[in-house]
C-alpha cells in the first residue's frame, strides 16, 4: 500500500508516481487501482482519469462499497448523476448502513428522478401525439386496439425511467361521471401493470372533469 508513504508526508506527486510504477509491476492487483483513484481524485481533482482507475479497479477484483462510493462520488463532480446512482446502488447492497454511501444516495435520488420525470413527460407527450386518444366507449369500461396501443406506449417508457410515478387521470365531460373516470383510469393502470410489469404503486388512478373525453398521464 503505497499511499501510507508519499502521500502521508503531503508529497502527493511521488505518491502518484510511486502508485504507477507498483502498477507496472503486478498491474492485477485491484486495490491499488482504488488508492491511485482516491489521490487523483481528492487530491489532483482529476475526476475523469479516476473514474477510469477506479473502473479498471473494480475490474480487478476490488469490489468492496467504498470502490462504488468514491466512483459514485466521481461521477456526481462530473455531474454524472444516473451513472453515479447506479454505483451507489451497488454500494448500498453492499452496506446498507454506510453513513457515506446513505448520504450520497439521498443527494443523487432526486436530481435524477426529477431528470427522468422531464424527459418521461416529453417521451410520454410526443408518443402518444402520434396515436389516437386514449377514451372508452360511452357507458363502458372496455379498452379497443387504439387504446391498448397508446398503453402499451407508456408501459414501454414506465419501464425506461424507473424513479418516477405516474399519475392516470380519466377525465369525462360531466361532473357527475368523475368516479366512472377514475375507475377507467384504473382499468389503465391494471393494464400498464399486467403488460409491463409496473408495480401498481408506482400509478395513481384520478378522475376529472374537461371539455373532452379523454385519459392524461402525468409523471411524478
Known amino acids: 500500500y503505497v499511499y501510507h508513504h508519499s502521500s502521508k508526508y503531503g508529497n502527493t506527486q511521488a505518491a502518484l508516481d510511486e502508485y504507477n510504477s507498483s502498477l507496472e509491476c503486478d498491474s492485477s492487483y485491484g486495490p491499488t487501482y482504488k488508492q491511485l483513484a482516491d489521490l487523483l481524485q481528492y487530491k489532483f481533482n482529476d475526476y475523469q482519469k479516476a473514474i477510469q482507475m477506479y473502473s479498471t479497479g473494480i475490474g480487478n477484483n476490488s469490489t468492496d462499497a467504498d470502490t462504488y462510493n468514491n466512483r459514485a462520488e466521481a461521477q456526481m463532480k462530473l455531474k454524472n448523476y444516473e451513472a453515479a446512482l447506479k454505483d451507489l446502488e451497488i454500494a448500498k447492497g453492499k452496506q ?125
Open 96 to 220: 446498507p448502513n454506510n453513513t457515506k454511501v446513505k448520504k450520497n444516495y439521498s443527494e443523487v435520488r432526486p436530481v435524477v428522478q426529477e431528470v427522468q420525470r422531464k424527459e418521461a413527460q416529453t417521451a410520454i407527450t410526443e408518443a402518444l401525439a402520434k396515436l389516437p386518444t386514449i377514451q372508452f366507449a360511452a357507458n363502458e369500461a372496455k379498452l379497443d386496439n387504439e387504446d391498448v396501443q397508446g398503453l402499451n406506449v407508456v408501459a414501454e417508457i414506465m419501464n425506461k425511467y424507473t424513479l418516477i410515478r405516474l399519475r392516470v387521470i380519466g377525465v369525462t365531460t360531466k361532473q357527475k361521471l368523475i368516479p366512472l373516470a377514475e375507475s377507467r383510469a384504473a382499468i389503465c393502470i391494471e393494464y400498464i401493470n399486467k403488460v409491463g410489469g409496473i408495480d401498481a404503486s408506482r400509478m395513481e388512478p384520478v378522475g376529472s372533469y374537461g371539455n373532452q373525453k379523454a385519459t392524461k398521464f402525468e409523471p411524478l
